[in-house]
């Protein structure tokens, strides 16, 4: 694989077509990207900080601590376990923190809407009343926006919650449910696990690296099964539940006779509310009069993710394109939130017309305009920002778009959609994808997630995804890893039959879906826990979530919110590949991350930087759940003749998946 080295050739990792085209215009030269400090990088990474064994807690170092050597411990006597496990918990605690707040913005926005306070509506009544039941709403006979204020009400107070359990653990397979109140991890209230990690950690506290990350684990469920979940949960009841739609990412959806806006962040009530502005008569009045042809809004990151899903609004560029998006010239403003925005962004637009704005309180920054998105006066708040962006655009200059580059994809795979499509409209069912599975047609399923960055080559996510598919391995992807499948082809149905071994693509040209199932933004990796636990409640493939033949990865993570997802995908039972962790300095540290774990959760992590060995410990993974499930045997195909045929069709569309034209006995 290539990795980039200090002082690097950019060529080494570049590997994106349109990024290629755009670094070699002379536009593109005059900008400094992330690719050129990559390359002038004077110093390699410091392998204290690389391996976790960097302690800065206390003004009394900061220790570099060496794993077995007496002299080289902390000053205080901290063990490089201990500065591992504490540095690690940190990271974990960032994570959860950066979603829960994301949470709680989500949240408020959905008391403000059940108000009617927002120009936002309740959409999905179906998920609000089981949302309603998770937290013990009363329902009958009540108004929507009564049922939602209360909802709303009650998930905000499990933020500051201080006794007790989420009740969104309860959404979770029962013997996981079990498996946290033995392991007495639990998590109590959301903020609180967050403050107790970074109490824990603090000089003098918790110094046994397995108690550590205990609380590592309870602060990142608090995350997936809390924060995150409510998040998804919330936001498709106020948006709507993502369906399956088309639509097109890379660079080339950027025009160049409209009023280009980006989006660039996390917060869905901000680019919803961009959405709606854009559709403003006064705004296009004045997109006609500076003699635009129309206004086009296109996503970055994960806020690109949640209105591609929800809209079908295409997506410019993921983490890693988010400077190239601007250095094309062709961008009126970029309007970020909060999250994986690089500072970088506000110098790749000086000497040009583009404003990049920030919107958000807790996010600003040097050379940025910002305009403070009022969360009670949302649609006011984007019709000023979008008025400004037309604005620029006659002041635009010289620009370049990479035009071929955009590539169609169908995303929207909520877990309602894949249980639908897999089920047949009328009765949504896992059951098509067990069966699958258990008669091996489907290996099993392969979660590719996280972020990108420049270290590796770009072409990470795809090399390890066609191995997985090639295995009969379906691929559900989120957060940038699925736009950098996207990118790469595997989001459309057509792809099923170039990439998929025999029974994979059988599957999906039956049901006419893409290998690799795009679930979401990041936030949205609940609705992998979601589909977890509904192929659990299924039957036959186990009863906990460390019984099913499903592995993740998140093969170029950069963020905190990353690990954060890693532990609690662990913690629940799901195994995990990483290219690396910062937890090489203490030898018990990485010793339990990817063994110790196991005997506590049924999972653990795993690390490999070669992306076709990351797919091989994903496959075999995978494949020791099916020994022990005892479904590795390999089973004959039978053909179904026309009755076998005409008793499955009258079991209703759902059968149809598992009943084509020829199956296993
Ligand atoms: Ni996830 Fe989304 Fe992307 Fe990584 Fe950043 S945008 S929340 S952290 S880089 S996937």
Request: charged share 25%.
């Amino acid at each position: 694989m290539s990795k980039a080295k200090v002082g690097c050739s950019i060529k080494d990792i570049i590997t994106v077509a349109s990024t290629k085209d755009l670094l070699n215009q002379e536009l593109a030269k005059q900008v400094r990207t992330a690719y050129n400090r990559i390359e002038d990088r004077g110093v390699s990474a410091c392998l204290f900080g690389s391996g976790g064994t960097c302690c800065r807690i206390c003004n009394m170092g900061p220790c570099t601590v060496i794993d077995g050597v007496d002299s080289m411990i902390g000053v205080c006597g901290a063990t490089a376990s201990t500065v591992v496990a504490r540095n690690f918990a940190r990271i974990v605690a960032a994570g959860t923190a950066a979603h829960a707040d994301h949470a709680r913005e989500m949240v408020r926005g959905f008391i403000e809407t059940a108000k009617g306070k927002t120009p936002h509506d309740i959409q999905d009544v179906e998920k609000l009343h089981s949302m309603a039941e998770t937290f013990g709403v009363e329902i009958e006979g009540r108004d929507k926006n009564d049922i939602a204020l209360e909802l709303g009400e009650k998930a905000l107070a499990e933020f500051g919650q201080q006794e007790g359990t989420l009740s969104m653990l309860k959404r979770a397979p029962e013997k996981v449910q079990e498996m946290w109140k033995e392991q007495e991890i639990e998590p109590r209230g959301v903020d609180r696990e967050v403050v107790e990690m970074m109490h824990r950690t603090h000089m003098g506290v918790d110094q046994d690296y397995k108690n550590i990350m205990k609380q590592a684990a309870r602060c990142s469920l608090a995350d997936g099964w809390g924060a995150s979940m409510l998040s998804t949960e919330l936001t498709d009841i106020m948006f709507g539940t993502p369906v399956p739609r088309r639509a097109l990412i890379d660079l080339g959806v950027l025009k160049e006779d409209q009023v280009n806006v980006t989006v660039h962040g996390h917060e869905p009530l901000l680019a919803e509310s961009l959405c709606m502005a854009a559709e403003d008569p006064e705004i296009l009045e004045l997109v006609k009069k500076v003699g635009a042809k129309g206004i086009n809004l296109a996503g970055v990151c994960c806020t690109g993710n949640e209105i591609l899903m929800r809209r079908g609004i295409s997506v410019a560029g993921s983490f890693i394109n988010q400077e190239m998006v601007l250095a094309t010239g062709a961008v009126e403003a970029m309007v970020v939130d909060v999250q994986c925005v690089m500072q970088s962004v506000a110098q790749v637009v000086k000497g040009k017309h583009t404003d990049i704005i920030t919107t958000n309180y807790r996010a600003k920054m040097p050379d940025a305009v910002h305009m403070q998105f009022e969360e009670d006066n949302p649609l006011g708040s984007a019709k000023a920002i979008l008025s400004r962006a037309v604005k620029n655009y006659k002041n635009r200059g010289e620009m370049y778009i990479p035009k071929d580059q955009k590539f169609d994809i169908v995303v929207g795979f909520s877990h309602e959609t894949i249980n639908n499509m897999l089920g047949g409209r009328f009765r949504g069912s896992y059951r098509p994808l067990n069966d699958n599975i258990i008669n091996g047609r489907i290996k099993g399923v392969g979660a590719m997630v996280g972020c990108e960055h420049y270290k590796y080559s770009d072409d990470v996510h795809f090399k390890i995804a066609v191995e997985l598919l090639k295995n009969n391995v379906l691929v559900l992807a989120t957060g940038c890893a699925a736009q950098a499948l996207g990118r790469a082809g595997l989001m459309r149905p057509e792809a099923a039959a170039k990439y998929c071994g025999e029974g994979l693509a059988e599957v999906c040209e039956t049901i006419g879906m893409p290998p690799v199932l795009h679930v979401g933004s990041c936030v949205d990796n609940s609705r992998l826990l979601i589909a977890l636990t509904a192929m659990v409640k299924e039957g036959g493939l186990g009863d906990k979530i460390s019984d099913l033949p499903a592995c993740g990865t998140a093969p170029l993570w950069m963020s905190e919110k990353a690990v954060a997802i890693g532990q609690y995908f662990v913690s629940s039972g799901a195994h995990v590949v990483f290219q690396n962790l910062p937890v090489t300095g203490s030898k018990e540290m990485t010793e339990y991350l990817l063994e110790g774990m196991k005997d506590d959760f049924g999972a653990c992590w795993a690390v490999s930087e070669d992306p076709v060995k990351i797919a091989g410990k994903m496959i075999a993974a995978i494949d020791e759940k099916r020994d022990l499930l005892g479904i590795n045997k390999k089973q004959d195909r039978v053909l179904f003749d026309m009755e076998m045929r005409r008793d499955l069709d009258a079991g209703g569309t759902g059968q149809a998946v598992t009943g084509m034209g020829c199956g296993h006995k």
